[in-house]
């Protein structure tokens, strides 16, 4: 059974930057792909970012492009994503989750293991 925990979450100034990270668990993780989903309240869950199994192709959400930035230690099973110059529209639980293949995916429907989330605050 795949487990995945994020942390790093918190409450930033606008402008600011986080960190998050998410270990993974009972699956070969180097053999797959990985994603950050977010989601607002009252909103749809929205793609941020993802990376295929060897970390070499990333695709990002146009709202995040040139500011956040998805790596992955396989060494560690672990998958990051750094986020500068939040802004307050960023604010959403944010979802780490592991794709059903080894190629970077963007739609939530290709991902059949997610973790509990890490909310994000930015205060304006």
């Known amino acids: 059974q795949v487990q995945l925990v994020e942390s790093g979450g918190g409450l930033v100034q606008a402008g600011g930057s986080l960190r998050l990270s998410c270990a993974a668990s009972?699956?070969?993780?180097?053999?797959?792909?990985m994603g950050w989903f977010r989601q607002a309240p009252g909103m749809e869950r929205e793609f941020v970012a993802t990376?295929?199994?060897?970390?070499?192709?990333?695709y990002y959400g146009d709202s995040v492009k040139g500011r956040f930035t998805i790596s992955r230690d396989n060494e560690k099973n672990m998958v990051f994503l750094q986020m500068n110059d939040l802004k307050p529209e960023n604010a959403a639980v944010y979802y780490c989750a592991m794709s059903k293949w080894a190629l970077a995916r963007t739609d939530s429907a290709e991902y059949d293991s997610w973790g509990q989330g890490t909310q994000v605050t930015v205060l304006s």
């Open positions: 990376i295929n199994w060897s970390g070499t192709i990333t």
């Open positions: 009972g699956r070969t993780f180097n053999r797959y792909g």
